[in-house]
T-cell receptor
Framework: LAKTTQPISMDSYEGQEVNITCSHNNIATNDYITWYQQFPSQGPRFIIQGYKTKVTNEVASLFIPADRKSSTLSLPRVSLSDTAVYYCLVVGSEYGNKLVFGAGTILRVKS | DTGVSQNPRHKITKRGQNVTFRCDPISEHNRLYWYRQTLGQGPEFLTYFQNEAQLEKSRLLSDRFSAERPKGSFSTLEIQRTEQGDSAMYLC???????????????FGPGTRLTVL
C-alpha cells in the first residue's frame, strides 16, 4: 500500500517560498504523485502531478528525486489565500489501486 | 464552466432514517468517485465508477451504503438506517478517466454535509 507521510502543519509568512515534503517509501513503478489543495468547506482542488524529476505549472513546482520515495511541493511567494490543507496522493497500483489520502499538511500563511 | 455539483449541500436527519445524495459530474467525465471526510482527516475513499460500472468499493463501506450511476452520468449515494457515526462531509469527484487511477486528475464537488442527530 502506497501510504504517504506528510508534516501535520507548517507556518509561513507572505512572500516566502514554502516546501512541503511527502514520503512514499512503497511507491510502485507505475505510480504517479498528485497534490491537492483544500480550503475549509470545499472539495480538494488539483494542484500538480508528476512522475519523476521536476514538474512546474502556473501555481507550483513538484520535485521528485531519482528514487521517487519522496516528493516536494514548492509554492513560490505564498499569500494569505494559500492557507489551506495540502494532500499528497499516491494511488497504490500494485495493491489494487488503493486510493488513500493521508491527513494532509495544514499550511498557515501569516502577514 | 460547470464543475462537479452535489445536492443537497447540507442534510440533517434523525438516526435510523435513509438519506440520498446526488452528484452531477463534469460532462464527458467517465470516472466518478465518492469519498467521505470527517473533521481533520483526509478524504476516505468509498467507491468509484467507470461509466455506469461500479469497479471498486472500499471494505469500509458497510452494506447500509449503496451507490449507483445508472446511465453513466449522475450518481447517487444512499445511506440506509443512518447512524450518528455517518455524520461527515460526502465528496464526489469526477475525471476523464483515460488511463490508470494513478494518473487521474480528480475534480471535486463542494460536498454534502450530513448531520445525523
Amino acid at each position: 500500500l502506497a501510504k504517504t507521510t506528510q508534516p501535520i502543519s507548517m507556518d509561513s509568512y507572505e512572500g516566502q517560498e514554502v516546501n512541503i515534503t511527502c514520503s512514499h517509501n512503497n511507491i510502485a513503478t507505475n505510480d504517479y504523485i498528485t497534490w491537492y489543495q483544500q480550503f475549509p468547506s470545499q472539495g480538494p482542488r488539483f494542484i500538480i502531478q508528476g512522475y519523476k524529476t521536476k514538474v512546474t505549472n502556473e501555481v507550483a513546482s513538484l520535485f521528485i528525486p531519482a528514487d521517487r520515495k519522496s516528493s516536494t511541493l514548492s509554492l513560490p511567494r505564498v499569500s494569505l489565500s494559500d492557507t489551506a490543507v495540502y494532500y499528497c496522493l499516491v494511488v497504490g497500483s500494485e495493491y489494487g489501486n488503493k486510493l488513500v489520502f493521508g491527513a494532509g499538511t495544514i499550511l498557515r500563511v501569516k502577514s | 464552466d460547470t464543475g462537479v455539483s452535489q445536492n443537497p449541500r447540507h442534510k440533517i436527519t434523525k438516526r435510523g432514517q435513509n438519506v440520498t445524495f446526488r452528484c452531477d459530474p463534469i460532462s464527458e467525465h467517465n470516472r466518478l468517485y465518492w469519498y467521505r471526510q470527517t473533521l481533520g482527516q483526509g478524504p476516505e475513499f468509498l467507491t468509484y465508477f467507470q461509466n455506469e460500472a461500479q469497479l471498486e468499493k472500499s471494505r469500509l463501506l458497510s452494506d447500509r451504503f449503496s451507490a449507483e450511476r445508472p446511465k453513466g452520468s449522475f450518481s447517487t449515494l444512499e445511506i440506509q438506517r443512518t447512524e450518528q457515526g455517518d455524520s461527515a462531509m460526502y465528496l464526489c469527484a469526477s475525471s476523464l478517466g483515460g488511463g490508470g487511477l494513478s494518473t487521474d486528475t480528480q475534480y471535486f464537488g463542494p460536498g454534502t454535509r450530513l448531520t445525523v442527530l
